[in-house]
């Protein structure tokens, strides 16, 4: 896997996109990160690829609270 995945996955989401879009584009992409982590025999990679999806999923966290302490429904 190439930097180009990196890149790619970091600009889907346009701030643009309905928030319950891009919660969901960023649990995918966490998703994504997860499997490639599955597959990667090294420890650092791994590491780094299970980091990015910590980092989607607390992005879809955040657009979640702020939706709820907003008193939108996402």
Do not use: C, K
Not at 20 to 42: S, V
Not at 46 to 59: F, H, I, K, N, S
């Amino acid at each position: 896997m190439g930097a180009a995945h990196f890149r790619r996955a970091s600009n889907m989401a346009p701030s643009s996109m309905p928030e319950p879009q891009r919660i969901a584009h960023y649990r995918d992409l966490a998703g994504q990160f997860r499997r490639w982590a599955e597959t990667e025999t090294n420890q650092e990679a791994r590491a780094g690829l299970l980091d990015m999806a910590t980092q989607y999923e607390r992005l879809a966290g955040e657009l979640i609270s702020r939706g709820e302490s907003s008193g939108v429904s996402v």
